[in-house]
């Protein structure tokens, strides 16, 4: 039996592959299981609102592939703040997330990533931060009713770019299907901003947290930092979230339009997995 599974974001892939095609390439370069994106794209978004027929043709190649899409990130909340002041933009926010469950629950994803800001695109204040906790708390009844668990990303802004932070909001929200997914770049970047050590963080979401998103950063940089180039100690953080009960991981690295994106995608599973099995 394995200790653990580790899944492969969707956006390291080609985005001319198809579902087949995808799901594919991450067993060829030795994952688990893919997380896909919800992004701020209408394609993307479009996913929320398929067919049974569509969403028949991705369960169908997951069982011809032999490999299960488990996770989601929905970025899309991102350009669609459901803490938005601007009650057309948060109300759309929020129908892509209650989609976004609804369409998980459908073809058997077990995880929703939700980005940790209550505005973007914008200023935090008293009030992005009070339409943030009430459309939160909305989002954990459907997640309740629908049986998929919603996970907090630790983003890059100050509002929820830590564990601690997103522990504030879970609490409140006090729902057993609303819990914590680290992003370990982004936490190390807050880290070396605040002054505070990584692991110390992680250690205040004990018993909250369900996953975690391997990404590589530098100070001040949050994305397309490729593995092992940048400052993200990976071997403490994975040893910190094991034995926090963390049993499920994702690298999360894009296509760059480079001729090696496959060569990157099995390398950055190839340097994790290494990580990964040393834990006992």
């Known amino acids: 039996m394995k200790k653990y599974k580790i899944g492969l974001y969707e956006k390291a892939m080609r985005s001319t592959l198809s579902w087949k095609e995808m799901l594919e390439c991450t067993k060829d370069c030795g994952y688990d299981y893919m997380e896909i994106s919800i992004d701020a794209s209408e394609k993307r978004i479009s996913r929320v609102y398929m067919s049974e027929q569509e969403r028949k043709e991705i369960v169908d190649a ?12 929905v970025s899309a909340l991102t350009k669609y703040a459901v803490g938005d002041p601007d009650p057309e933009i948060r109300n759309r926010g929020m129908e892509i997330a209650v989609k976004s469950i609804e369409f998980a629950a459908a073809i058997g994803i077990r995880t929703v990533m939700i980005p940790g800001y209550d505005i973007y695109f914008g ?36 509002f929820m770019n830590t564990v601690g932070k997103a522990v504030h ?10 819990k914590i997914y680290p992003d370990a770049g982004n936490i190390t970047n807050a880290a070396v901003l605040y002054k505070h050590d990584v692991c110390e963080d992680l250690l205040l979401g004990e018993g909250r947290l369900i996953a975690l998103h391997l990404k590589e950063t ?35 690295l894009w296509d760059v339009g480079q001729d090696s994106w496959k060569e990157d995608i099995c390398f950055a599973n190839q340097s994790m997995r290494k990580l990964l099995d040393a834990q006992e």
Do not use: C
């Open 62 to 73: 997951m069982f011809e592939t032999g490999v299960p899409i488990q996770s989601m990130s």
């Open 123 to 158: 200023e935090s204040t008293v009030e992005t931060k009070r339409y943030f906790l009430e459309n939160i708390r909305i989002m954990a009844e459907v997640a309740e009713r629908e049986g998929v668990l919603l996970g907090f990303e630790t983003m890059e802004n100050e």
């Open 169 to 178: 909001y879970v609490d409140r929200v006090n729902s057993p299907y609303l």
């Open 218 to 252: 530098k100070p001040g940089i949050f994305r397309e930092v490729p593995f092992l180039t940048g400052h993200v100690k990976f071997e403490r953080v994975i040893k910190t979230a094991w034995k926090l009960g963390v049993r499920r991981y994702v690298t999360e």
